[in-house]
């Protein structure tokens, strides 16, 4: 299992970035996908996720407002749409895959079985 994350870059206040995730060597449609993010210092933490059903969850309300989280099962991507970016969204953007992970765990990283390799995100103020 591959994924390829891309579609990182340096940009400022306010602007807005897409993420795509490029999966391979898995059935992508029965896999529940995801975006963590991780600063400096500071530990991985969850952004958003995709069911195989398309039902997606956020981290925060804020967040929620401002990033979309989406899939094409016929290209085997994700992306992740993020709008009025901020410093502290600053991070190494991880796409992640699980197959048999619960609605209860989404939000947390040791339930994912595949990780890609991260793409730097830099908003600058």
């Known amino acids: 299992v591959q994924l390829q994350a891309s579609g990182g870059g340096l940009v400022q206040t306010g602007d807005s970035l897409t993420l795509s995730c490029a999966a391979s060597?898995?059935?992508?449609?029965?896999?529940?996908m995801a975006w963590f993010r991780q600063a400096p210092g500071k530990e991985r933490e969850f952004v958003a996720s995709?069911?195989?059903?398309?039902?997606?969850?956020y981290d925060e309300d804020s967040m929620k407002e401002r990033f979309t989280i989406s899939r094409d099962n016929a290209k085997n991507t994700i992306y992740l749409q993020m709008n009025s970016l901020k410093p502290e969204d600053t991070a190494a953007y991880y796409c992640?895959?699980?197959?048999?992970?619960?609605?209860?765990?989404?939000?947390?990283?040791?339930?994912?079985?595949?990780w890609g390799q991260g793409t730097e995100v830099t908003v600058s103020s």
């Open positions: 992640a895959a699980s197959n048999t992970i619960i609605t209860s765990s989404l939000r947390n990283r040791f339930a994912y079985s595949y």
């Open positions: 060597g898995l059935t992508f449609r029965t896999y529940t």
């Open positions: 995709i069911r195989p059903s398309r039902s997606t969850a």
